[in-house]
Nanobody, 114 residues
Framework: QVQLVESGGGSVQPGGSLRLSCTAPLDIFSLYVMGWYREAAGEQRELVADSTKAGCTNYANSVVGRFTISKDNDKNTVELQMNDLKLEDTAVYYC????????WGQGTQVTVSS
């Protein structure tokens, strides 16, 4: 079974920063689109950002200019740097890998509150 191992998350005040990290098996990391989704309470899961095998990135409009997705090819890791966090960024964030199949991490809580 494919495991996407997430780390990071936590609680922060508005305007603060957090960094999420997700490590995938090499065969998944090298072939799949890697990304981050989030699911707020009572809401549907939505794409936050993703990065293709070639490194092309895609962001939700709500996070453009604040979040940055990046890959560390030496560590098979995809990271999400989140700056200027807002109350509405509060959600469970899930690492995702999709191509032939769709894989999910266990989820990590991000809470933005004053």
């Amino acid at each position: 079974q494919v495991q996407l191992v997430e780390s990071g998350g936590g609680s922060v005040q508005p305007g603060g920063s957090l960094r999420l990290s997700c490590t995938a098996p090499l065969d998944i990391f090298s072939l799949y689109v890697m990304g981050w989704y989030r699911e707020a309470a009572g809401e549907q899961r939505e794409l936050v950002a993703d990065s293709t095998k070639a490194g092309c990135t895609n962001y939700a409009n709500s996070v453009v200019g604040r979040f940055t997705i990046s890959k560390d090819n030496d560590k098979n890791t995809v990271e999400l740097q989140m700056n200027d966090l807002k109350l509405e960024d509060t959600a469970v964030y899930y690492c995702n890998a999709h191509y032939a199949y769709n894989y999910w991490g266990q989820g990590t809580q991000v809470t933005v509150s004053s």
